[in-house]
């Protein structure tokens, strides 16, 4: 059985839900495929809920290299690995170090700052045709910090000046009133009152996937294991059926690799992966998203509850859930607040994540009617309708403005 239509989207997490809504508004026919439903387990759902308007100065920075031993020694520290999976990072990390020098780190982020700047306001066209008013908060986000790692702080606090971000450093006294409940280990912070927060990145998820319903979109719950092309057209291959497209969009987040080696174009897209948890009932402890920067992990007030996030641990798709790493962040939350109860919901996510941490926006090197956004990192919930944005422009040929040569999967040929 064949069917016609004009644009499909394999995957419906943050980013395959905002580029459905951006090209129904060019007029577009749409087709959304997700192997399960929206937001069920994706790193769309599970996310820290930060919308982080600031955060262009990313992990490929000067200083990473040499803070990463420690890092990974330390018991109480961000970053870890799964010893098996070393062997297949290797390619990748030396990728990642090389774009690690002072030139490239400003490219990222320049290229960075220059789509994060208009992420809110492009949430803020989706946000106008429906009701998230009790689960979007604008109190922004607040990272905090002891004196040992001022330096590391220091950098990212004069790029950001540089880019002309918005933020404003905090003195204990000043941080106390912010957030009164949290232990006062710290020695420094930096408020970013632009940043806003998700009350819970599902329902939100959900209800633009519904308003993308309502305007007469289409849903099909389908794995899809293959792309193949015909000529202009795509056909994009169910177990059981073909559905033949003008032009396909891939927004399968970590998992998206296995397509664009199908397209013939060797993306070294990896995931870094990411655990949450939640102290349940216990939101009324913070305002506002905080983040302990030493530490490498937040927590966010949410409807769930607490919701600590953090960790970034190389190992793959199909290793299971380290239950160190969860033991580290109970440890890491309890030392910042106190009167926690048991934890519930442990969860494992997989940010997609290139080495030079930039997303892919835009199409691909071989089939000009296939569109890539995917790798977005630690950014693709703030970037979920400024890629969506832009791609609807490319697939209706329009100008955006924008420098996007740095987001073209051409950087990888
Ligand atoms: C712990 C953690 C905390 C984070 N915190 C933040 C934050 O605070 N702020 C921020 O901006 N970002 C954050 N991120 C990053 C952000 O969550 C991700 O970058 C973003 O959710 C990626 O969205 P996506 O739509 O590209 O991918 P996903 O959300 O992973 O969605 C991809 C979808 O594709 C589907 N799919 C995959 N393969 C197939 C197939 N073959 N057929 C059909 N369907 C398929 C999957 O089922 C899935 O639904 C965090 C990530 C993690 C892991």
Redesign the pocket.
């Known amino acids: 059985m064949k069917k016609k239509f004009k644009i499909g989207i394999?995957?419906?997490?943050?980013?395959?839900v905002c580029n459905a809504l951006f090209l129904q508004k060019k007029g577009f026919e749409v087709i959304l495929?997700?192997?399960?439903e929206?937001g069920?387990e994706?790193?769309?759902?599970?996310?820290?809920?930060?919308?982080?308007p600031y955060a262009s100065l990313q992990l490929n920075r000067t200083d990473i290299l040499t803070d990463v031993p420690s890092m990974l020694m330390s018991s109480t520290g961000p970053l870890a690995l799964k010893w098996n999976y070393v062997p297949k990072m290797i390619p990748w990390f030396l990728k990642f170090v090389m774009n690690c020098s002072k030139k490239k780190m400003m490219h990222t982020a320049k290229s960075m700052h220059q789509i994060l700047d208009l992420a809110i306001p492009a949430y803020d066209e989706l946000f106008d045709e429906i009701d998230v008013s009790s689960l979007v908060e604008s109190k922004g986000i607040m990272y905090i910090w002891n004196d040992k790692d001022l330096s590391s702080r220091e950098l990212e606090i004069k790029i950001r000046n540089e880019l002309g971000i918005d933020q404003k450093i905090l003195n204990p006294k000043e941080i106390h009133d912010l957030e009164p409940n949290i232990k006062p280990f710290y020695h420094g912070g930096v408020f970013y009152s632009k940043a806003r927060h998700a009350r819970n990145p599902k329902k939100i998820l959900l209800k633009l996937f519904e308003h993308f319903n309502k305007k007469g979109g289409k849903f099909l719950k389908?794995?899809?294991?293959d792309i193949q092309f015909d000529n202009e057209v795509s056909i994009v291959k169910s177990e059981t059926q073909e559905f033949i497209f003008d032009k396909v969009i891939i927004?399968?987040?970590?998992?998206s690799r296995?397509f664009t080696s199908k397209l013939n174009e060797d993306i070294p897209l990896e995931t870094g992966?990411?655990?949450?948890f939640h102290f349940k009932g216990f939101d009324h402890l913070l305002s506002r998203p905080v983040v302990f920067a030493n530490r490498g992990f937040g927590i966010t007030p949410m409807e769930q509850g607490l919701r600590v996030?953090?960790t970034v641990e190389f190992g793959g798709l199909n290793n299971p859930l380290s239950k160190s790493r969860i033991k580290n962040l109970v440890n890491n939350a309890k030392y910042m607040l106190d009167g926690l109860p048991e934890h519930d919901d442990e969860w494992l996510?997989?940010?997609?994540t290139l080495p030079d941490f930039l997303p892919v926006i835009g199409p691909s090197k071989n089939y000009k009617n296939i569109f890539y956004c995917?790798g977005?990192?630690?950014?693709?919930?703030?970037?979920?309708a400024i890629s969506g944005k832009i791609i609807s422009k490319m697939v209706a040929n329009e100008k955006t403005n924008l420098d996007l040569d740095p987001y073209s999967s051409l950087r990888f040929s």
């Open positions: 394999i995957g419906a997490g943050i980013q395959g495929f997700d192997r399960d929206p069920r994706s790193a769309s759902y599970g996310n820290a809920g930060h919308f982080s389908l794995n899809v294991p927004t399968c987040g970590a998992f296995k992966r990411g655990y949450h996030v953090g996510g997989f940010r997609p995917f977005h990192h630690h950014l693709g919930w703030t970037l979920g």
